[in-house]
Nanobody, 126 residues
């Protein structure tokens, strides 16, 4: 599976962005897809994921809950991350990742995802 993340950019605090993660080589329908981010000097952290089963149940980091929404369009083989009410602390490189066999208890662990996109930079100015 090859993943292509896009949609990053420079925005002001309070603005919105929608990131996209497009897959090629394999359909997303059987994959759990996650978004992670890495700010300068910090470790990569979990942002959100959509599980491959459980009717696509979604999970969020507390820091983005109620502001970010992850969704998938199986027809377009794309997963989105809608980011609203952006804050300067959301500034980071955002990565999408996928895996076909990850279990529910591991969806927040970046090391459990097999496939990764190249990352897209989100910069939020105050």
């Amino acid at each position: 599976v090859q993943l292509q993340a896009s949609g990053g950019g420079l925005v002001q605090a309070g603005d919105s962005l929608r990131l996209s993660c497009a897959a090629s080589g394999r359909t997303f329908s059987g994959q759990t897809v996650g978004w992670f981010r890495q700010a300068p000097g910090k470790e990569r952290e979990f942002v959100a994921s959509i599980f491959r089963w459980n009717a696509g149940r979604t999970y969020y980091a507390d820091s983005v809950k109620d502001r970010f929404t992850i969704s998938r369009d199986n027809a377009k083989n794309t997963v989105y991350l809608q980011m609203n009410s952006l804050r300067p602390e959301d500034t980071a490189v955002y990565y999408c990742a996928s895996d076909s066999s990850i279990i529910l208890s591991s969806i927040r662990l970046s090391r459990m995802y097999e496939y990764w996109g190249q990352g897209t930079l989100v910069t939020v100015s105050s």
